[in-house]
Every structure is written in structure tokens, then in C-alpha cells.
């Protein structure tokens, strides 16, 4: 499930970058400088950038003080903490997130990105994420190669591998300006562009100084289903932006070390943290700290002392293995969390409130009043928001009741819900694609049909199928059992319908001129016949269905792909391939996915076991819910055959 959704979209200008104004380093009232403190870490990137321009905060673990780089030529040389190490530490379940798309949002480029990368991933037993495998897909508007924000770019994309190992990455680069900085708008646009690329997580390892106007910059970080976590600085005490703005996820940092306790870890806040409360920004309605009247940075924390850094591989002009902190470790860290827990989590960080975190107790990052602004205790405070992330910490969705099994158009059959196993067509050839699926009369198994009009036995259906000596129109779209249980109708996409088993006799429409092409079938609620629908959601009878159907004055989204009937029987769900839904018959009103952005295209649609809500199925196997079916669904760790194009429930 890790190919990566793709769309047409509006290509932004990310180019947008007003001529550089006098530059100042990024800091405000209440910041603490940690660059004449820290001796032993030095950042990545350019310090002093134009106002409204954003720096990067990755900072490189340092061999002596004021000294070069960490460097070697393994991971185990450099001393950092790897994948296992941060999954353990937050208690990271990394069997989900396929399907999800969790974009890196930098400046510049990082040529080596791509290669980097995955010398991480195979170093570390992750598998590929390459292009060819659509697992990583990189958008470049025009930025050259910057050296400090390759280090940057391997960070970001190596903690989304760390977090969730499955999921796809999106890596979008913002042009620089001649002071190797970005505008703050030119990073929204960046973050806009990979919404609109299919990203459901977004991480900024980056911020500017707060600003007069920012809260006007608000609302294009407001994305209904996704979720934008932000890396809050790393000059100690102080505010920056994007993490002030109360639509994101305000990630601190924390110094990560090894301990003999139950959790097997202890944390204190990281002197380098960025926290405070916003001089510009409102008081969300889920944060209750009394100190802070407006909007109070952070929401949560991890590692992020360079001195307890991650591993990192990065080849562009640097040595490859080195040593990473800052709180752009967290922000990527924690998009992977929220990509690979498929949590509802939405677009701001309410859902972290009241959550069960590692509570950070000591630790600070400054001085300030109060003093919980820049110094860690029980509850919630600055440096460390809410604590650090837990297993318990993330509403998960609940598990998907009852199975379905999922085909693909090479006969490909997975497992999803309660299926249990996965599925095996025995050793035939099968011809090619299928595109259908349906149960026996039994209910013990299942016939596969392909484009051709070939039927293939699945389970228990036992044998082979055959239309006889039945010449088909082609390609077969579709496949539907028969009122009395004892065969089954083909559908082709000119309309043609032929006999399958007990079927007997053709099938035909009289003297309906179709729209075409027809895109599946669905038996009327008696029983006694069949309605078609076209890709224009055109629907048309078949035996005794009677008249011509009609969604009235409805608009509808194309093509439409598939056709549900409602849990009473009275009416019908068409289903787009961008997810829209839209009622025939008795169904009443329109169908809805809420604020669940949907991998596309949506290839079919089955109703839920309890006959409340439906599941709609992408053609990578990403199954999202509609109506009551409850939570996302997950395939677990199947890599799955592609394209996806059909599921049926169990038995």
C-alpha cells in the first residue's frame, strides 16, 4: 500500500519570495540565545535570515567544542539512536500507515535525497522507499543544493522512515533566497502543494520570528483530516511561527537517555527547546494553562538534544553518518507517529490533551514568569507540552468488524478486518485483470471474473467457471449473483449481460440505449432484477427492475466507479473515484467521508457487517470509512498487488 496517490493539481508559484530585507537571527523578547552555550552542537543551517523568512533548526552533534562534525562511516560509529531506539523509547507500533502519505516541507535541495535515504533504510532494515516502488516522490520548484538544508532534508525524511516505515514520504522543496532562507508564505504554499499531492501528515522542521499579521497566515494551515506538526526552535526560550499558530502541532525537544526503569527511558527537556507564550496568537479552547493568556508553545516533545541525537545519512558535501537534534528531529518524528497510529488526530493538537504521554518532570530552557513556560514539571509546561508520546497517547481508530477480502486485477486476494490469512487462487493462470468478485451461493467461496469473461474459483467454490459457449462483449465489468442464489450475471461495460451458471438465458436491457461505459451492477431489493450505472452515474434496468433510475437534479463527481444498497434495501450509494458519494433511489441525502482525505482513485465500495456503513476501497488498497463503518481500515504490513480493484466481505 505504499504507492503514492496522484492527482492533477494547480501548481502553485512557490517562487513568491519578496527581495531580501535586512536580515536579523531569529529571536524575539523572550528568546534565549543557546549559540554562545552550546559549545558541542552547532546548526545546520544559515541563523540569520530576512523577517517573515524561516531558518531550518537542525542542529549537528559536534566532536569538541566548536569542533567539526560528528562523522563515520557506519551509524553504530556515529553513536545515535536508530529506529529501534525511537520506536521502543514511544512506544511506536510500526505494523501501520499504508496508504498514508506523510510530506517533508524544506527549502533548497538535497540532490542526494532519494540515495540518502534509502542507505538509511536499507542500513536499518526498513525496506526501499524509491521512486520506482512509489513509495517516495520528490517535488523540486526551482531550489539549488544547499548543504546545510541537505542535512536538513536527510533528517526530516530519515525520522518519517523511523516512525512509520510504511508510509509513503512526499518531499516538496521551497526555493531559497539569496540569504539561503524561504518566505513564510512561500512555505504555506509548499504545505498547500502537498495537501493537494495527497499528504495526510505534514512536518516543518523550520519558523521565523513571530510577526504583526501572522494570525492572518492561520487559516492556510487549517486542512480538514490533516494533520501539520511544526518544530518550535532551537535557541532555548522563545516563540517562532509556524509552531505558534494554533492549527498545528507544536513540537519541542527533549534530552532522550537510556535508564533502568520500567519504561527503560528517562527524559528531561532539552535546554535548546524553543517554548513561550505567543505575543500574537489566541488561546485555543484545548489548552487550560493559566499563565499564558494566548496560544502556549508546546503541544508535546521528543528527542532532541544533539548530544542524545538521532542517526542520520547524509552524502551531500558531508560525511554521511553523523549526528542530528534539534526539535526538526520531532516534528518529522511525530508525523510518522500520527501517519503510522492512524489516528484521527485532525488539524490542530487537541486530540493530545488528556492523552497518556511520558510526563517530563525536569528540564529547562531559560528563564521566565512562570516559570512552567521554559521549565519542565508535572503536568503540562512549555518545554514539553503535554509530555512525550506513549502507545496510549493517539485515539486510534477502532477495528473494522467482520472481513473482506480484497482482489487485485492480477488475482492478487488480501486479507482485511477479520478475513484472517491470505487468500489463494491454488495454482492456475489466471487471465487478466480481474475485475469482479463474488460469493458462492454457499457463502463458503468465490468467483473471480476477468476483463475476458474467464471466472476462476477462489476457496471453496470449487472447480472452474464457464459462460459455455457464450461469445462475450468485452471488457466484463462486473458480476452479480442471480435472484434464486443459483448462478450469476456478467456485466460488460457496452451494457451486455450474459449468464453465468444457473443463471440461464442472456440478459437484456430491451431497448435502453445506454450511457457507456457501464461500471457496475447491483440486484434491486426484491430480488427480481438489476440496476446498471455508466460512469456518468447514468443507471438503467436490468430484468425486473423497472423503469429508468435517476439521482433527480444531483451533480454528480466522475466517474463513478461502484453502487451499494442502503442497509434497508430501499436504495442505493454511488461512489466517484475521488470518494464522492451520492444517492439513487431511497437513500436519501448526500453520503459523506467527513474530513478523511481519501487515497484515489476509489475503485469499489462494501457495506459493513453490521450494515451500518460501508468501506470504499483505493486502488492501492487504502479503505476508508463512510457513514458508520467506524475508523480506518488497515491491511497491517501486506504489501499489496496493485491496483486494487474490487472487494467482497467474508463469509
Not at 535541495?109 to 536499518?124: C, I, K, S, T
Not at 499528504?199 to 487549517?222: I, K, N, P, R, Y
Not at 486485477?409 to 489466471?430: C, E, K, M, R, V
Not at 487504502?622 to 472487494?647: A, E, K
Request: proline residues 6%; charged residues 10%; negative net charge.
Amino acid at each position: 500500500m505504499s504507492a503514492m496517490v496522484r492527482r492533477p493539481v494547480i501548481i502553485f508559484s512557490l517562487a513568491l519570495i519578496a527581495a531580501p530585507a535586512p536580515v536579523l537571527a531569529l529571536g524575539g523578547s523572550n528568546e534565549t540565545s543557546l549559540a554562545s552555550s552550546d559549545s558541542l552542537s552547532a546548526p545546520v543551517c544559515s541563523t540569520s535570515v530576512a523577517p517573515q523568512h524561516v531558518r531550518c533548526f537542525a542542529r549537528a552533534k559536534l566532536q569538541s567544542p566548536y569542533g567539526p562534525r560528528v562523522q563515520a562511516a557506519t551509524a553504530n560509529g556515529a553513536g545515535g539512536y536508530g529506529p529501534s531506539d525511537l520506536q521502543g523509547a514511544y512506544g511506536i507500533a510500526t505494523g501501520g500507515g499504508r496508504g498514508q502519505t506523510v510530506a517533508v516541507v524544506d527549502v533548497a535541495d538535497d540532490p542526494n535525497a532519494e540515495a540518502d535515504l534509502n542507505v538509511y533504510r536499507a542500513n536499518y532494515g526498513l525496506g526501499a522507499c524509491t521512486t520506482g516502488n512509489g513509495c517516495f516522490r520528490k517535488v523540486n520548484s526551482g531550489g539549488s543544493a544547499n548543504a546545510g538544508w541537505a542535512t536538513e532534508i536527510s533528517l526530516d525524511l530519515d525520522m518519517v522512515s523511523a516512525s512509520c516505515p510504511n508510509c509513503s514520504i512526499l518531499l516538496v522543496e521551497v526555493p531559497q533566497d539569496s540569504t539561503g532562507s524561504a518566505s513564510v508564505q512561500a512555505i504555506i504554499q509548499g504545505v498547500t502543494l502537498a495537501i493537494q499531492l495527497g499528504a495526510g501528515e505534514v512536518s516543518l522542521s523550520l519558523g521565523s520570528s513571530e510577526f504583526t499579521g501572522e494570525t492572518f497566515e492561520d487559516s492556510q494551515l487549517s486542512h480538514a483530516g490533516v494533520t501539520i506538526t511544526v518544530a518550535s526552535g532551537d535557541s532555548g526560550y522563545g516563540t517562532s511561527y509556524p509552531a505558534s499558530s494554533p492549527n498545528v502541532i507544536a513540537v519541542g525537544g527533549t534530552a532522550l537517555h537510556r535508564s533502568s526503569n520500567t519504561r527503560g527511558w528517562t527524559e528531561t527537556a532539552w535546554s535548546g527547546t524553543g517554548s513561550g507564550c505567543s505575543a500574537f496568537e489566541a488561546k485555543p479552547a484545548w489548552q487550560s494553562d493559566g499563565g499564558c493568556g494566548n496560544r502556549t508553545d508546546n503541544d508535546i516533545a521528543v528527542v532532541g538534544d544533539p548530544q542524545t541525537g538521532v542517526s542520520v545519512y547524509d552524502s551531500y558535501q558531508s560525511g554521511g553518518w553523523g549526528v542530528v537534534g534539534g526539535t526538526s528531529a520531532g516534528a518529522p518524528l511525530m508525523a510518522g507517529i500520527v501517519a503510522v497510529s492512524g489516528a484521527a488526530v485532525g488539524n490542530d493538537a487537541h486530540s493530545l490533551y488528556g492523552g497518556a504521554a511520558n510526563d517530563v518532570v525536569a528540564g529547562s530552557n531559560g528563564s521566565c514568569s512562570p516559570a512552567y513556560l521554559c521549565t519542565a514539571g508535572p503536568g503540562y509546561d512549555g518545554p514539553t507540552g503535554v509530555g512525550t508520546p506513549t502507545a496510549a497517547l493517539l485515539p486510534h481508530a477502532p477495528p473494522p468488524t467482520g472481513g473482506y477480502w480484497l482482489v487485485a486485477s492480477d488475482g492478487g486476494i488480501f486479507p482485511f478486518g477479520n478475513a484472517g490469512g491470505y487468500g489463494s487462487t491454488g495454482g492456475q493462470h489466471l487471465n487478466q485483470p480481474i475485475v469482479g468478485m463474488a460469493r458462492t451461493p454457499s457463502a463458503h467461496g468465490y468467483w473471480l471474473v476477468a476483463s475476458d469473461g474467464g471466472i476462476f474459483p477462489f476457496g471453496d467454490a470449487g472447480g472452474y467457471g464457464s459462460t459455455g459457449n457464450v461469445r462475450l462483449n468485452q471488457p466484463i465489468v462486473g458480476m452479480a449473483p442471480s435472484s434464486d442464489g443459483g448462478g450469476y450475471w456478467l456485466v460488460a461495460s457496452d451494457g451486455g449481460i450474459f449468464p453465468f451458471g444457473d443463471a440461464h438465458g442472456y440478459g437484456s436491457t430491451g431497448n435502453i440505449h445506454l450511457n457507456k461505459p457501464i461500471v457496475g451492477m447491483a440486484a434491486t431489493p426484491d430480488g427480481g432484477g438489476y440496476w446498471l450505472v455508466a460512469s456518468d452515474g447514468g443507471i438503467f434496468p436490468f430484468g425486473n427492475a423497472g423503469g429508468y433510475g435517476s439521482t433527480g437534479n444531483v451533480r454528480l463527481n466522475k466517474p463513478i466507479v461502484g453502487m451499494a444498497a442502503t442497509p434497508d434495501g430501499a436504495g442505493y450509494w454511488l461512489v466517484a473515484s475521488d470518494g464522492g458519494i451520492f444517492p439513487f433511489g431511497d437513500a436519501g441525502g448526500y453520503g459523506s467521508t467527513g474530513n478523511v482525505r481519501l487515497n484515489q482513485p476509489i475503485v469499489g465500495m462494501a457495506a459493513s457487517k453490521d450494515g451500518h456503513g460501508y468501506w470504499l476501497v483505493a486502488s492501492d488498497g487504502g479503505i476508508f470509512p463512510f457513514g458508520d463503518s467506524g475508523g480506518w481500515g488497515s491491511t497491517g504490513n501486506m504489501r499489496l498487488n496493485q491496483p486494487i480493484n474490487g472487494m467482497a466481505p467474508t463469509p
